[in-house]
Structures are given as structure tokens and as C-alpha cells.
């Protein structure tokens, strides 16, 4: 084929179209999902539409584990692209959209059969992702006694002036108020690729979590990931102050963060249930260590959850 000739790919490779953004963590990140990986060097192909600058854009993925690269944009009609945003709706979580049957049966009879490599833009994109290899123990290793340290579960309304005593109460490190503190984790890999635990708190965490966005947006995304069953429970949350700060680290970690390697960078900073007075809602910084607010109503943090283990 033209198309995969002209992006230089040394073997034959077949579009996968079945593959839409919104299946890709759950294939690429926990070897799951509705398609089968079987090494981590297998690349799937597919198209996908990028909406975060309009205007939308087309673009040919190639994915693997642990592994993304935007290979090329497509110039497709724009007003079938257009359309085909138009026709998923405003309720996206992100801006990433699956291309849909009028955009399918165009690529298939001008890209792909007609041999026309034209509306192919070579895009030199991505590296390999971030690893989120852990040398933690896993859930079944031997760990020492532990004494359960049972942080605030419950969201409520903080004023400036409470920040500095929730941080020193239990000696939480935050470079602003207590750049002192240390609180000891005890984190466990679940060996699910998606969470951790760490039973110093009794707190299961997301590993990864969703992109910037508003608060509204982040809610919804909680309720998405409960109405899925996201890693096999239905009772994810928003963490309060007093849990985030736990997972404060007085020492950047190699991806800049104040967070232990475990978690994805992806998400550098991150909204709390708790809200502020007299508006808006805290979010926790792991580039600064430390806990800032935002107005919620625009894009103004990452949203990362949290369960309390039974």
C-alpha cells in the first residue's frame, strides 16, 4: 500500500478498524479489552480524529503496549470530518473521537485501494510512553506489621488557613507549609497495570487517570469509570486533601514529580473532593508539592481516583 510505503514501514501492516480511542487503555495499558496482545512489540493501526485544536484532525495511530505514535495525518474533507464529530456529540471526556462509517469507506477507497499517498502527511510524533514498571512488592508478597493510618475519606469545605494544620497533622511533606514532613507509604502493585494500594492508609489508587480538565468533567469521569467497573470495582472517588498529600514525596521523582515512579506523569496535578471557601476546589501540585485551588469551571487540573480497601 502507498500509505504505509510512504511512512516507510518495512513490512505489510493491516488497519485495524475496530479500535476506537476509548477502547485503547484498556488494550494498551492492562492487556485487556476487546482485542488480543500477545507480545509487547505487536503494533495495531487505526485511524482516530483529534478534536483538542480545532480544527478536527485525522490521523493514522500506530500502538503497542506501553507504546503510542501518531504516524501521519490524513487530508480528509473536512466536512466529513466535521460531521463525524458533530454526530458523537459533546459529551466527550476528551477529544479524541472514533472515525465513523462515511469516513471509514472514504479512507478505504482514496487512501487505501486508490494507492494515492497525496493526502498523506508523514507526522514525526510520540516516543515510546512512559514505563510503569514498579518495584513495588505485589498483593501477594510477604510485607511487614503495618500500622493503618485512616486518613479523611469524607470531602468537605476548607478555608486557606486550615491547609497548614491537615499537612501537619500528619506530617505530610509539602514544600509550602511542611517541607519538612515525611509520611511513610507502604505501596503494593495489585499486578493489574492500573492500580496500587497502600496499606499504610488503606487507600487503592489509579495509576493513571484522565486528561485536563473542569471539575464537571472529572465528576463524569468518576461515574464512568464506576458504571465500567474500572479494575473490578464500582466505588471509585475523588481523594480528599488529607489522601493526596499522603502520596506527596520530598524528592522529584526522574519524571519531575514529588510522586512515586508508580503513577503516570501524565497527570501532574490533580483535583480533590474537598472544596474551598469561599469557591472554587483544591487541587494537589506533585510538580510543586503542594496545594493550590482552581475555579473548577475551567480546564484547571487532572483527575486521578481513589477507593478506601474493605
Not at 491547609?163 to 514532613?181: C, E, L, M, R, T
Request: glycine share 8%; net charge negative.
Amino acid at each position: 500500500m502507498a500509505l504505509f510505503e510512504k511512512l516507510g514501514l518495512k513490512e505489510r501492516v493491516s488497519i485495524n478498524w475496530n479500535i476506537t480511542p476509548t477502547d485503547t487503555f484498556g488494550i494498551f495499558e492492562s492487556w485487556g479489552g476487546k482485542e488480543r496482545v500477545r507480545t509487547k512489540s505487536e503494533r495495531f493501526y487505526y485511524f482516530y480524529i483529534d478534536n483538542w485544536t480545532p480544527p478536527a484532525k485525522l490521523f493514522l495511530m500506530e500502538r503497542g503496549i506501553k507504546f503510542a505514535r501518531v504516524l501521519a495525518q490524513i487530508d480528509a474533507p473536512q466536512e466529513m470530518i466535521d460531521a463525524c464529530v458533530a454526530g458523537q456529540g459533546k459529551g466527550m471526556l476528551d477529544k479524541s473521537y472514533a472515525i465513523d462509517d462515511a469516513l471509514k469507506q472514504w479512507l478505504k477507497e482514496n487512501i487505501l485501494a486508490a494507492g494515492d499517498d497525496s493526502k498523506v502527511i508523514p507526522v514525526d510524533s510520540g516516543i515510546e510512553q512512559e514505563s510503569l514498571e514498579t518495584d513495588l512488592p505485589g498483593k501477594n508478597d510477604p510485607v511487614p506489621k503495618i500500622t493503618v493510618e485512616k486518613l479523611r475519606v469524607e470531602p468537605i469545605i476548607i478555608v486557606e488557613e486550615q491547609v497548614g494544620g491537615i499537612v501537619k497533622k500528619h506530617n505530610f511533606f509539602d514544600s509550602q507549609y511542611n517541607p519538612a514532613g515525611k509520611f511513610e507509604n507502604y505501596l503494593v502493585d495489585n499486578g493489574d497495570s492500573l492500580t496500587v494500594t497502600d496499606l499504610k492508609t488503606g487507600v487503592m489508587w489509579q495509576r493513571g487517570g484522565c486528561d485536563i480538565t473542569t471539575i464537571k468533567q472529572v465528576q463524569l469521569y468518576v461515574q464512568e469509570l464506576n458504571q465500567k467497573a474500572f479494575a473490578g470495582f464500582a466505588d471509585w472517588r475523588l481523594p480528599t486533601m488529607d489522601e493526596a498529600l499522603s502520596l506527596f514525596e520530598p524528592v522529584k521523582n526522574a519524571k519531575g514529580l514529588h510522586l512515586h515512579p508508580c503513577f503516570s506523569m501524565e497527570q501532574p496535578f490533580i483535583f480533590l473532593a474537598d472544596q474551598r471557601k469561599p469557591g472554587g476546589y483544591w487541587f494537589a501540585d506533585f510538580k510543586q508539592a503542594t496545594i493550590f485551588w482552581a475555579s473548577g469551571t475551567i480546564p484547571g487540573a487532572f483527575g486521578r481516583v481513589c477507593r478506601t480497601v474493605k
